[in-house]
């Protein structure tokens, strides 16, 4: 018998050996920018270098729910493995347009033996996700746009007479409305509740309408560093990675405002009807164990999906910058922080996107 089961187990890993040499191709979406590399250099790389696959990028996770919707409605399916918020992944699941996942089967455990279902951060696997960080949207402002202090809290981005110039704001409700809210003074453990009533959803629109005429738009990550960095606007809502990037290896005088940070968690889904599943299943396997995710903490300041990957986070790769304050979890930026409720957008999201749409065009 252990014999037989010896052999088994080799078969079973010449099946995938033979799979990855079979297909030397996966195609994989994400964002682009400082968070690609920071993909490439933590996942993609080692794996091409262990399996000889090529792994070919995409930055269209920005329109990664109806890529995949039109893909999967032409039955033309071609991309493997999707980097995709976890609302939108709800959402793609519930529209049967992503596949589910066994996460004990498809994910490694951490090096103590803790099933990977008791090693990831709780509330972060989704039926058909799987996470790899966890990462704040937040504001953030150019030092030089203000004489003395600038910007604290919420409050004050609504304060145009106090700290003057233009907002830069991502062009969807998500965030921008719970924040309104919280603006106007809703408590942090009331704004979805109040954000589920008709009332609550115009006064977080009357809200928004006292700053909207000083409001210019973002769609793609790189743009707020942007703005801030030619002073377009003075303060923006970002992604703190990018901001940290910006600080880091531009060199340019950001500041971001921790006050209320809406933490996230983004990670891997795959499209249904793909035909590398072998493969797929090998990459994210070895892209999502403990050390490949504490790994990608070298190159940007996001946090790790994986509680056994967070002692390992150490030093910004080439530097003596630790990377562990600049985390959206450590526990001093967590003070005021807000968990994005992916439940309340998988049921609201689109009659809200649909109003929200209405209003910037208005």
């Known amino acids: 018998m252990k014999r037989f089961l010896l052999m088994t187990g080799s078969v079973a890993a010449l099946a995938v050996t033979g799979a990855v040499a079979q297909d030397q191709q996966l195609t994989i979406v994400s964002w682009g920018g400082a968070y ?35 893909q999967v409605e032409a039955g033309n399916v071609t991309w493997d493995v999707v980097d995709m918020l976890q609302a939108d992944a709800q959402r793609a699941c519930d529209e049967g347009l992503i596949l589910e996942i066994d996460h004990n089967e498809w994910l490694e455990p951490a090096p103590d033996g803790t099933p990977a279902t008791e090693d990831f951060i709780e509330g972060t ?25 600038g910007p604290k809290t919420v409050e004050d981005v609504w304060d145009l007479e106090k700290f003057p110039g233009t907002r ?20 942090v453990d009331q704004v979805y509740e109040v954000l589920a009533t008709r009332e609550g959803q115009d006064r977080a629109f009357a809200k928004l309408d ?30 703190n990675g990018r901001i940290f990037n910006a600080q880091v290896n531009e060199d340019q005088p950001f500041k971001i405002m921790w006050d209320h ?56 790769e080439g530097t003596d910058i630790d990377m562990k ?14 968990p ?21 065009a208005g």
């Open 340 to 360: 994005f409720d992916v439940q309340f957008w998988a049921d609201y999201g689109d009659a809200l996107e649909e109003r929200f749409n209405a209003w910037v």
């Open 210 to 239: 006292e700053i909207k005429d000083n409001v210019i738009w973002w769609t793609e990550g790189a743009q707020p560093p942007q703005m801030l960095a030619d002073q377009e606007a003075a303060i923006a809502t970002a992604y």
């Open 125 to 149: 696997l989704g039926p058909c996700f799987i996470p790899q960080i966890l990462y704040a949207t937040m504001f953030a402002y150019n030092t030089e746009a203000f004489d003395g202090e």
């Open 325 to 338: 304050p600049h985390m959206p979890t450590n526990p001093e930026n967590l003070e005021t922080a807000i």
């Open 261 to 316: 940070q809406m933490f996230e968690t983004d990670g891997w889904v795959v499209p249904v009807d793909t035909g590398n599943l072998d493969l797929i299943k090998d990459y994210i396997r070895f892209a999502t164990d403990t050390q490949r995710l504490a790994d990608q903490a070298k190159y940007i300041s996001y946090g790790p999906a994986r509680k056994s990957s967070a002692p390992l986070v150490g030093m910004l």
């Open 168 to 187: 830069s704001l991502q062009k969807i409700p998500q965030k921008n409305l719970e924040w309104a809210l919280l603006a106007d003074g809703v408590e």
């Open 36 to 70: 690609s590399n920071s993909q490439q250099k933590a996942y993609h790389e080692p794996y091409e270098e262990k399996t000889g696959v090529e792994i070919l990028n995409e930055d269209k996770s920005a329109n990664a729910l109806a890529g995949i919707r039109a």
